[in-house]
């Protein structure tokens, strides 16, 4: 989790962090306090899904617990970008396919280190669906990853060997769209994982952190935002929001 200092930092500098390449509605919003989304923002929500929700086979701690304020969030945001985990029937990042291993211990892949999952959002299964409860009916595009049968996919962005796109870059770019609000699951993993590829492409990146859940296996959360404030990706709250 982030230290007082720079969770005190955030709020005393919002005007050079929050208001730095932002225009319209958006800047004057922020100068008051709030971040109002204008039209060259986005909200990406990862992977709210079944497998990822209590009673799941890899469910995040109360992972259902954010839908709520995900659906008040998404209704404040002209442009929505919904993700899902989409993966092959045994696909290279579940335990079950390595004889012997077990879920969360790791492997060595042509891509680098592969932790291993138990199966989950297999294509066309009810584990894959989107959860019941997510209500955004102007989400304009669902982007799907993880299918490619021998590699995994954490981010919006790009699977995890960081070179093979899923194409959400150039729909951003073509839409003309520059700012890109990250919520959903898990934080630590596909939420970080594309908070720091949307960076890497050139787009800002806020992280609201109470529409997201972890995992947290063996401190991975910490990193996470360690990795993620260290890229220039921004941790806020959605009261930081004009929602």
């Not at 770019?173 to 630590?188: E, I, N, P």
């Amino acid at each position: 989790m982030m230290d007082c200092n720079r969770r005190d930092f955030l709020k005393g500098a919002a005007s050079m962090m929050v208001l730095a390449g932002m225009s319209g509605t958006a800047a004057a919003a922020a100068a008051q306090g709030k971040i109002k989304s204008g039209g060259d923002d986005v909200l990406l929500v990862v992977d709210v899904q079944n497998c990822f929700t209590p009673g799941g086979s890899l469910a995040v701690k109360e992972g259902d617990q954010i839908i709520p304020l995900v659906n008040r969030i998404a209704r404040a945001f002209q442009h929505v970008v919904l993700t899902q985990d989409w993966h092959t029937p045994g696909h290279i990042s579940f335990a079950s396919s390595h004889p012997g291993k077990k879920p969360f211990e790791t492997i060595q892949l042509p891509y680098g280190t592969q932790v291993l999952w138990p199966d989950h959002c297999v294509q066309g299964t009810s584990g894959a669906d989107l959860h019941k409860d997510v209500n955004i009916p102007h989400a304009q595009l669902i982007i799907r990853k993880g299918y490619r049968q021998h590699v995994d996919s954490y981010s919006a962005f790009y699977e995890a060997d960081g070179k093979t796109p899923t194409g959400l870059t150039g729909y951003l770019r073509d839409r003309g769209l520059k700012q890109v609000f990250l919520v959903g699951l898990a934080t630590d993993f596909c939420v970080a994982w594309s908070a720091l590829d949307a960076r890497k492409a050139g787009f800002s990146a806020y992280v609201i952190e109470d529409a997201t859940r972890g995992i947290d296996a063996g401190g991975s959360l910490g990193k996470a935002w360690q990795d993620m404030v260290g890229a220039g990706v921004k941790r806020i709250k959605s009261a930081d929001l004009e929602i």
